[in-house]
């Protein structure tokens, strides 16, 4: 009986597991902008890692900081080094689940609300970031957002001098296109 | 829990196992699928940045480059001599002379390549019109596969100094047009060791086509700089330069300093500098026993001693102008028609 329930109970849960496909993209796009009436500084990548699992919902992005493309490469350099310090830390990482009860299987395009930690500059914050899923044959295939980041929130010291430069509040905005994860043997 | 129930049990232990072995491969596997992927997308082997903040740490030229398409234009002014006997509040110590002046323009033509223009006051080798070719051979990479950043630094001069032609042992007797020519080339060998320390050798030529009569032509200097970082934006930086070419006669000594020779002629440039850095710009407050800017100035020519009160204040002002499709060059930034064509098409 025992035997009989374990493997029932194991079953399911590697049942889970590969039910749980998992759906990536290794060239998302993320651009964020800063506004103040001194400057508009502004930078993108499209080198941002995005996961989607179908069956638990759960959204995981990681976004190499040194590979944002500033119109000024001199800026570049000072995000880098002085910002972000992408040598100590050189994702931003992203671990949430999509709160609305949604079938990912179901084509259509849905508005999410994505609940998790954002971790920027070493820093976690919890979050919420509301974003749109399109479905295509079955499948997760675009995924977008916009939020903001508040510099203090994660430690981003802009000095005195700078100070009018550089918005306190960064608007950030992403999108990707989602492929069946194959992994690599 | 199980496990405390039925302690012992071949099943349990089993059940308990699989149940885990199912909980922990759904969770592993799911944070695993992401790091994988960072990992293969990640580049092998990056250089390193920001070996230096600048093109020059005080007056000798570091391995960095001038970025792509930018003019950098900089504006590089040493006051006079602080503590000599005739320096009182009535000079303000110094600063109401200038040693020397100098105005650089660098163009980085791609990452690899820039070349500069600019001119100099002087302070023995006067008037210098001048232009480099600089070029990095060799970057070094945050996994010290490549172990060091190497630069080369091609410069050569023009002096626009009248000819004084009643004193045959001046350094402006200059008797032939090609006298006025002079050349530096140097390799800047540079290794970020550390987030915080950089350190550079650079061994360097410089020739002069006219030298008075007690000196020689060709002069080799090694240079030994670092720059060690104290906050994310504040910076201590050194330079010291050694003559290596001797010379029988009484100037250009070894350590003359050391040895207690008193007007030893030239003495070898030690600075020390303070580096703030905010922005676009790099701010240098320096201390300095060397007045010249040029290469073939303050290596050859150094008349200061830092035992005799001959050093100095000096800073550098720098603006970088950014060239380039649809950008801006005095904000660095698109311009705003490109801007909203990019939005247009995003959308």
């Given at each position: 009986?025992?035997?009989?329930l374990?493997?029932?109970?194991?079953?399911?849960?590697l049942?889970?597991a590969?039910q749980d496909?998992a759906?990536?993209s290794?060239n998302?796009k993320?651009?964020?902008y800063?506004?103040t009436?001194?400057?508009?500084?502004?930078?993108?990548?499209?080198?941002?890692?995005?996961v989607?699992?179908?069956?638990?919902?759960?959204?995981?992005a990681?976004?190499?900081?040194?590979?944002?493309?500033f119109?000024?490469k001199?800026?570049?350099?000072?995000?880098n080094e002085?910002y972000v310090?992408?040598?100590?830390f050189p994702?931003?990482?992203f671990?949430?689940?999509?709160?609305e009860?949604?079938?990912?299987?179901?084509?259509?395009e849905?508005?999410?609300?994505?609940k998790?930690t954002?971790?920027?500059?070493?820093v976690?914050?919890?979050?919420?970031?509301?974003?749109?899923?399109t479905?295509?044959?079955?499948?997760?295939?675009?995924?977008?957002?916009?939020?903001?980041?508040?510099?203090?929130d994660?430690?981003?010291?802009?000095p005195?001098a700078?100070?009018?430069?550089?918005?306190?509040?960064i608007k950030?905005?992403l999108?990707f296109t989602?492929a069946?994860?194959?992994?690599k043997? | 829990?199980?496990?405390v129930v039925?302690?012992?049990?071949?099943?349990?232990m089993?059940?308990?196992y699989?149940?885990l072995l199912?909980?922990?491969s759904a969770?592993?596997?799911?944070?695993?699928?992401?790091?994988e992927?960072?990992?293969s997308?990640?580049p092998k082997s990056?250089?390193?940045?920001a070996?230096?903040k600048?093109?020059r740490l005080?007056h000798?030229h570091?391995?960095e480059?001038?970025k792509?398409n930018?003019l950098?234009?900089?504006?590089a002014?040493?006051?006079?001599?602080m503590a000599?006997p005739?320096?009182?509040?009535?000079?303000?110590?110094g600063?109401?002379?200038?040693a020397?002046?100098?105005f650089?323009?660098?163009?980085?033509?791609?990452?690899d390549?820039?070349?500069?223009?600019g001119?100099?006051?002087?302070t023995?080798?006067r008037?210098?019109?001048f232009g480099?070719?600089?070029?990095?051979?060799?970057?070094?990479?945050?996994?010290f596969?490549i172990?060091?950043?190497?630069?080369?630094?091609?410069q050569g001069a023009v002096?626009g100094?009248?000819?004084?032609?009643s004193?045959?042992?001046?350094?402006?007797?200059?008797?032939?047009w090609?006298n006025?020519f002079s050349?530096?080339?140097q390799?800047?060998?540079?290794v970020k060791?550390?987030?915080?320390?950089?350190i550079?050798?650079t061994?360097?030529?410089v020739?002069r086509n006219f030298?008075?009569s007690?000196?020689?032509n060709g002069?080799?200097?090694?240079g030994?700089s670092?720059?060690?970082?104290v906050?994310?934006?504040?910076?201590?930086v050194?330079?010291?330069?050694q003559?290596i070419t001797?010379?029988?006669?009484?100037?250009?000594?070894?350590f003359?300093?050391?040895r207690g020779?008193?007007?030893a002629g030239y003495?070898a440039?030690?600075?020390?500098g303070?580096?703030i850095e905010?922005?676009?710009h790099v701010?240098q407050?320096?201390?300095t026993?060397?007045a010249g800017?040029?290469?073939q100035?303050?290596?050859?020519?150094?008349?200061n001693?830092w035992?005799?009160?001959?050093?100095r204040?000096?800073?550098?002002?720098?603006?970088?102008?950014q060239f380039g499709?649809?950008i801006?060059p005095w904000?660095?930034?698109y311009k705003?028609?490109?801007?909203?064509?990019?939005?247009?098409?995003d959308?």
């Open positions: 009986m025992k035997a009989f374990s493997f029932v109970l194991s079953a399911t849960a049942f889970c590969a496909v759906y990536s290794t998302g993320v651009h964020f800063s506004k009436p001194l400057e508009d500084i502004e930078a993108i990548t499209q080198k941002a890692i995005f989607v699992y179908a069956g638990s919902r759960k959204v995981q990681k976004i190499p900081m040194n590979t944002f493309q119109s000024q001199l800026m570049q350099e000072h995000f002085n310090e992408s040598d100590k994702y931003a990482i671990n949430g689940t999509i709160e009860n949604i079938d990912l299987a179901k084509d259509g849905y508005d999410i609300t994505i998790g954002f971790d920027l500059h070493g976690k914050q919890e979050r919420v970031i509301k974003g749109k899923l479905v295509k044959n079955g499948e997760p295939a675009l995924g977008s957002a916009a939020f903001d980041v508040k510099l203090a994660h430690k981003i010291k802009i005195k700078v100070f009018l430069n550089i918005a306190e509040v950030i905005d999108e989602l069946k994860y194959i992994p043997k | 829990m199980l496990v039925l302690p012992g049990n071949i099943f349990s089993k059940f308990f699989t149940v199912g909980v922990c969770g592993v596997f799911g944070q695993g699928i992401i790091d992927i960072a990992e997308e990640a990056e250089p390193v940045t070996t230096f600048s093109t005080l000798g570091t391995v480059m001038t792509p930018a950098d234009f900089r504006i002014h040493r006051f006079g001599d000599t005739g320096t009182n509040v009535h000079t303000l110590f600063l109401y002379s200038a020397d002046i100098a650089t323009f660098d163009y980085g033509i791609n990452k390549l820039s070349v500069g223009l001119w100099n006051k002087g023995v080798y008037e210098s019109w480099n070719v600089k070029y990095k051979v060799l970057k070094q990479t945050k996994d596969k172990p060091l950043t190497i630069t080369l630094l091609a002096t100094v009248k000819r004084q032609n004193l045959p042992s001046s350094l402006e007797y200059l008797p032939k090609y006025r050349y530096t080339v390799a800047m060998i540079a060791a550390t987030d915080w320390l950089s550079q050798l061994p360097s030529f020739w030298v008075t007690n000196d020689k002069l080799f200097v090694l030994l670092a720059r060690a970082k906050s994310k934006r504040c910076a201590i050194f330079e010291y330069f003559p001797r010379n029988n006669a009484t100037f250009r000594q070894y003359p300093m050391l020779i008193k007007n003495y440039p030690l600075n020390l303070f580096e905010t922005g676009g701010f407050i320096n201390l026993n060397t800017l040029l290469e100035d303050y290596l050859a020519y150094n008349p001693s035992a005799q009160g001959q050093f204040l000096g800073f550098c002002i720098a603006r970088t102008f499709k649809g801006n904000t660095g930034r705003k028609k490109v801007r909203e064509e990019k939005k247009a098409k959308s």
